[in-house]
């Protein structure tokens, strides 16, 4: 999958996150280690909503 992250240099570290994944960030020393950075939590980010949704019940609300 493509997702689009965001990355903002802050004081000496790179932060970067992705929009699309509520709380999914991380920083790195470099723009290019938090770029690599950002695909590992990315993809355990995914594995553990993957394994936390796999007995739950799903339910539909109007709001």
């Not at 999958?1 to 240099?9: A, I, S, T």
């Given at each position: 999958?493509?997702?689009?992250?965001?990355?903002?240099?802050i004081?000496?570290?790179y932060a970067i996150w992705c929009p699309a994944?509520?709380?999914?960030?991380?920083?790195?020393?470099?723009?290019?280690e938090a770029l690599d950075k950002i695909k590992y939590v990315i993809q355990d980010y995914l594995q553990k909503i993957d394994d936390v949704s796999k007995n739950a019940e799903f339910y539909y609300i109007d709001v």
């Open positions: 999958m493509r997702y689009q992250v965001k990355l903002n240099k004081d000496q570290v994944l509520p709380g999914c960030w991380t920083v790195g020393n470099t723009e290019q």
